[in-house]
């Protein structure tokens, strides 16, 4: 684990997401972990569309009641401009709330409003909306190689791998 990762807690409770983190609950996968096509008629289908960029326009919605529909998100928060799409992540084996949610407004001012409110209250709890930020994952930094005869020479380990990239530390 990167000193980075030990620093920063992931997941919705820092308005932080991960690649392959469902919105709705009802994401389908398929082989190699590839997500399916997103339906564009979906519900949470252009929150998803965007899931690894930067999108000004989208926020997380943390400390959402399990009662909390996603009609009862759209509204409350269609008071500080149009809402493009909306989702709550549900629990896949209980089908309850997970207590967050996604909005995408369609105008990135809409968010700031939102994040100049100093409180929201939703179906009486009070929820903690921040802008959502796509986790980027770090690429792999480290292999293990392993049925190498022990007399093979370093050089010749970097030669073999260097054609993939830059190698660092041989341990």
């Avoid at 939102?114 to 930020?133: F, S, T, Y």
Wanted: glycine share 12%; aromatic share 8%.
């Amino acid at each position: 684990m990167t000193d980075v990762e030990q620093q920063q807690p992931k997941g919705p409770q820092n308005g932080h997401y991960e690649e392959g983190e469902g919105l709705d609950g009802g994401e389908e996968m398929v082989a190699d972990g590839a997500e399916a096509p997103v339906n564009p008629d979906t519900e949470g289908s252009k929150i998803n569309a965007s899931k690894n960029e930067e999108d000004a326009g989208k926020m997380f919605v943390g400390g959402l009641s399990w009662d909390t529909s996603k009609k009862d998100l759209k509204d409350y928060f269609s008071k500080f401009g149009e809402v493009v799409d909306c989702t709550i992540k549900m629990d896949p084996a209980t089908g309850r709330s997970r207590g967050f949610g996604f909005i995408l407004f369609k105008d990135s001012s809409c968010a700031d409003r939102v994040l100049d409110q100093k409180e929201h209250k939703l179906d009486g709890r009070v929820v903690d909306p921040k802008r959502a930020m796509a986790m980027k994952k770090e690429p792999v930094r480290k292999i293990f190689v392993g049925g190498l005869h022990p007399d093979t020479p370093e050089d010749k380990i970097r030669e073999y791998f260097g054609s993939f990239g830059e190698v660092g530390i041989l341990t």
